[in-house]
C-alpha cells in the first residue's frame, strides 16, 4: 500500500495533478483491464501516457518496480552474501549479492562488474555500510548493477531502516511445512538420478514379481521408466534437500539422457554450481524427519541473458 501511494505521490508531483486525479485515472485503467493488473502495474502504464519516466530519478526502495532503467538508490547493506564465481558457457564471472535497506523497504542489489565486485572484495564497501546506486536497473524485485552503473559509498546516515524481510522473498532458514515458496539460490550438490517405474497408462507405481509388472488397476504392464533426481540448494541462509520429478527434470534435460551416464554425468557438472529460481512446496521427509522441496519450478538465472541486457541498457 504504502508503495503505491509513494508512487501516485510521485507521479501527480511530476505531471502536475492533485493525488486523487492521478488516483482515478489509475482505477479507471485498472477496471478497463478487467482487473487484471495491479494498482501498480495500472500506475506504471498512467505515468507512461503522462510522458513521466522514473529514470535519473533518485528513488526509494519501496517505489522500485521490475522493468525500470536507471535508477539511482541509497541504501543501508543489511545483508551482504559472500561473492560467488560461476562459470557459465566459457565464459568465467563473479557475481555479488546484497540486501540494501532504506526506510520503506528492502531488495536484494547483484553485482556483475568487476570493479563493483572488488569493492567488496577489498573490503571498501562492507557489511552495515550506505551505499549509493547510480544508473541501476531492476527486474525480479532486484536491482541489478552493470558496468555503466555507479556504487559507491554514501555520506548519508540511515538510522530507521526497514530490515524485515519483504514478504515475497522467502528465504530456506524460514520455510514451514505446507508453504509453497520460490527462493533465488545455487545448487551445490547433483546426486545420481533414480528411476522407478511406473504404470504406462495411469502413470502410477507398479509392483514387480520375478520381472513381471503388476499395476493395481491395469494389471500386468510394460512399465515405463520414471525418474528422480535429488539435490542440494544453498540460499545464503540455510541447505535444503530438493526433490525433482520428471516433469520438472524434462525441463533442464531430456529424461531419457539421465539413462546414459555419460549424458548424466555431464549434466550434473553442468547443474552443479548453478543459480536458479526454484519454487516448490515444503514437505517433510518421513525417513529422515527435515524439511525438503518438491519442485514445482526451476529456472535458471541466465547469466548471459542477463549480462547481454545490461550491457545493451548504455
Ligand atoms: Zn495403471
Given at each position: 500500500m504504502q508503495n503505491y501511494d509513494l508512487l501516485i505521490e510521485r507521479i501527480a508531483k511530476s505531471a502536475?495533478?492533485?493525488?486523487?486525479?492521478?488516483?482515478?485515472?489509475?482505477?479507471?485503467?485498472?477496471?478497463?483491464?478487467?482487473?487484471?493488473?495491479?494498482?501498480?502495474?495500472?500506475?506504471?502504464?498512467?505515468?507512461?501516457?503522462?510522458?513521466?519516466?522514473?529514470?535519473?530519478?533518485?528513488?526509494?526502495?519501496?517505489?522500485?518496480m521490475s522493468g525500470m532503467k536507471r535508477v539511482n538508490v541509497i541504501g543501508k547493506i543489511i545483508n551482504l552474501f559472500p561473492v560467488r564465481e560461476y562459470s557459465k558457457n566459457g565464459r568465467e564471472g563473479k557475481v555479488a549479492n546484497f540486501v540494501i535497506a532504506d526506510e520503506t523497504g528492502n531488495t536484494r542489489v547483484v553485482l556483475?562488474?568487476?570493479?563493483?565486485?572488488?569493492?567488496?572484495?577489498?573490503?571498501?564497501?562492507?557489511?552495515?555500510?550506505?551505499?549509493?546506486?547510480?544508473?541501476?536497473?531492476?527486474?525480479?524485485?532486484?536491482?541489478?548493477?552493470?558496468?555503466?552503473?555507479?556504487?559507491?559509498?554514501?555520506?548519508?546516515?540511515?538510522?530507521?531502516?526497514k530490515s524485515e524481510r519483504m514478504v515475497s522473498e522467502e528465504s530456506l532458514d524460514k520455510v514451514l511445512q505446507g508453504q509453497s515458496v520460490r527462493i533465488r539460490g545455487v545448487v551445490v550438490q547433483v546426486f545420481q538420478p533414480r528411476f522407478y517405474s511406473v504404470c504406462p497408462e495411469c502413470g502410477k507405481k507398479v509392483v514387480s514379481t520375478d520381472e513381471v509388472?503388476?499395476?493395481?488397476?491395469?494389471?500386468?504392464v510394460v512399465p515405463k521408466e520414471r525418474a528422480i533426481l535429488n539435490f542440494v540448494f544453498d540460499d545464503g541462509t540455510e541447505t535444503m534437500r530438493i526433490v525433482m520429478f520428471s516433469d520438472q527434470i524434462s525441463c533442464l534435460i531430456p529424461e531419457e539422457d539421465l539413462k546414459d551416464a555419460e549424458k548424466a554425468a555431464a549434466f550434473r557438472d553442468d547443474f552443479l554450481g548453478t543459480e536458479i529460481y526454484l519454487s516448490g512446496n515444503v514437505k517433510r521427509n518421513q525417513l529422515f524427519n527435515n524439511l525438503e522441496i518438491v519442485a514445482s519450478g526451476v529456472e535458471k538465472v541466465d547469466v548471459d541473458k542477463l549480462i547481454s541486457e545490461l550491457d545493451s541498457e548504455k
Open positions: 502536475g495533478l492533485e493525488k486523487e486525479e492521478v488516483g482515478r485515472r489509475v482505477e479507471a485503467k485498472k477496471a478497463k483491464l478487467s482487473g487484471l493488473i495491479s494498482k501498480e502495474g495500472a500506475a506504471q502504464i498512467i505515468a507512461a501516457e503522462l510522458g513521466i519516466n522514473f529514470e535519473d530519478q533518485d528513488l526509494k526502495i519501496s517505489e522500485l556483475w562488474d568487476v570493479n563493483h565486485i572488488g569493492l567488496i572484495e577489498d573490503g571498501t564497501i562492507k557489511q552495515d555500510d550506505v551505499i549509493e546506486i547510480k544508473n541501476g536497473s531492476t527486474r525480479d524485485n532486484e536491482i541489478h548493477l552493470s558496468g555503466f552503473s555507479e556504487l559507491k559509498k554514501s555520506a548519508e546516515v540511515l538510522d530507521s531502516v509388472f503388476n499395476c493395481g488397476e491395469h494389471g500386468v
